[in-house]
């Protein structure tokens, strides 16, 4: 008799930690609306972000004046906005340490001509003029509706070497940036 309570007790224990281990599989149309969910939650705080003035643009991305990318690390290329003092930071992933301390270069400026509009298909543009020790260039901003992904354009006053970073725009308090030494 206590043989057969301990082997019904140890099938229903399995049964049971069978049962609990099944997940639930989200629908494919399900798992579309909640992630069209999150991004427009985080296009809001981006937007909130950009009206205060305090975002950080964290790029993974690099694309030259002629069309070449570069993949890189997030955490050390971004171009935060703090009050009208602008940090353009943009380092890659060599072994040098550049001037910054992490492969590339970092520039402060101030910021003027602070423009923002929305065209009817809701995506944003911002765009702003930088002069700074080591910058003087024109920055545009595009980011479609519904998401926080994000183009930022420099263009260099002094010269055509445009350079084109796309990555996410955050606010402030959430970027996990890397600041390097400024020129």
Known sequence: MKKMVSILIC???LMVGHIQAQEVELTKEEKKALQEKIDSIQHAEAVEAINAKKFTLEADQVVFKYGQTAYVTSNFNSSPLASFTLKVQ????IPA???NGLGGVTVNGKVSS???RTDKR???YL???VMGVGISARLDI???KGTN???VTITPNFNSNRLTLNGVILPAFKSSVFKGRSI
């Open 149 to 151: 992904n994000a183009t």
């Open 90 to 93: 943009v380092a890659f992933n």
């Open 122 to 124: 809701g995506t944003l």
């Open 142 to 144: 595009s980011m479609p």
């Open 127 to 129: 765009s702003m003029n």
């Open 97 to 99: 340490a550049g001037p």
């Open 11 to 13: 099938a229903l224990a």
């Open 114 to 116: 602070y423009e923002m």
